[in-house]
């Protein structure tokens, strides 16, 4: 991930938001598997790190299509604690259109779909995005 910048996304709570405990979902041998695989590949690839938090989301697990299973954060709790942004993120689809117009020489899908789903959430909000 990129360092971290004065425009990084923050998680903005109500005023009286509080602390929660969430149920743990209980999960199936080969959920739990599973679960395990992406645990251990994303703490070696230093995607996300152990921490001890006063709240957290829990996840569970959706079948694709394809019958391949998706990993799920459950936010509804802190969601409802979240002041809602007056500016939200842009769709991908109006980033393509103004691109589009500027007569943009050189571009990618890939370039908004990486720098789209790797924002940075600013220094002491991590611990708001915890599962």
């Known amino acids: 991930m990129p360092d971290w910048k004065q425009w990084d996304h923050t998680i903005e709570l ?25 645990l ?11 921490l001890k938090l006063p709240m957290a989301s829990p996840v569970f697990f959706i079948k694709k299509k394809d019958r391949s299973l998706c990993l799920i954060q459950d936010y509804q709790k802190l969601n409802a604690m979240t002041m809602k942004n007056a ?18 020489k050189y571009f990618t899908k890939l370039d908004i779909h990486w720098g789209y789903n790797n924002m940075c959430i600013k220094e002491g909000d991590e611990w708001k995005a915890a599962f």
């Open 14 to 38: 109500v005023l009286d938001a509080h602390n929660f405990s969430t149920k743990v979902y209980p999960l199936a041998p080969v959920k739990q598997k599973q679960l395990d695989e992406f």
């Open 40 to 50: 251990d590949e994303n703490l070696k690839s230093q995607h996300i790190c152990p």
């Open 87 to 104: 500016y939200p993120l842009p769709l991908i689809p109006d980033i393509l259109n103004k691109v589009s117009k500027a007569k943009a």
